[in-house]
Each structure stands twice: as structure tokens, then as C-alpha cells.
């Protein structure tokens, strides 16, 4: 039985890392409290093995095993 693993959509900020590219999750968030709404990021580590994906490509990030320390993701596909 497979399960499902999560997916999230980024933005890809840096690709300098060898096989490794850190991609910003942008979401928003309303205050408990205020009930003002802002603008949360997230910048994930994900895996880049052939350096294909660059700076500003829209990209799908699936969950996967540990790669590294930081790295727990792994780009799937580029989004146009």
C-alpha cells in the first residue's frame, strides 16, 4: 500500500548548493487575535540532482526519505 506524500508549490531562490536547491513557500496567515492577514515564508532545501531547475522557476516539492541533515524534499516538475 503506497501513501501519499505531501506536495507543495515554490518558488526556487538559490541554486548554488551542489544538487541542492532552496525553494520559498509563500503562504498567507490570519492573526488570532488581530485577524490581520500576512505573509508567511517558508525556505525549504530540496533536491536538485542535475542543477536543471534555476533562480525564479515555479516548482512542485515532494516529501521524501532524508537526503542530507536539511534536506527531507526533492523537486518533482516545473510549473509554466
Same mark, same amino acid.
Given at each position: 500500500m503506497e501513501t501519499r506524500r505531501r506536495t507543495l508549490r515554490g518558488v526556487v531562490v538559490s541554486h548554488k548548493m551542489m544538487k541542492t536547491a532552496v525553494v520559498a513557500i509563500v503562504y498567507q496567515k490570519r492573526h488570532p487575535r488581530y485577524l490581520k492577514d500576512y505573509t508567511v515564508t517558508r525556505r525549504l532545501?530540496?533536491?536538485?540532482?542535475?542543477? #536543471?531547475? #534555476?533562480?525564479?522557476? #515555479? %516548482?512542485?516539492?515532494?516529501?521524501?526519505?532524508?537526503?542530507? @541533515?536539511?534536506n527531507h524534499? @526533492?523537486? %518533482?516538475? #516545473?510549473i509554466s
Open positions: 532545501k530540496a533536491h536538485n540532482p542535475d542543477d #536543471k531547475f #534555476k533562480d525564479g522557476d #515555479k %516548482v512542485l516539492i515532494e516529501e521524501t526519505r532524508p537526503i542530507s @541533515r536539511d524534499w @526533492r523537486i %518533482v516538475a #516545473k
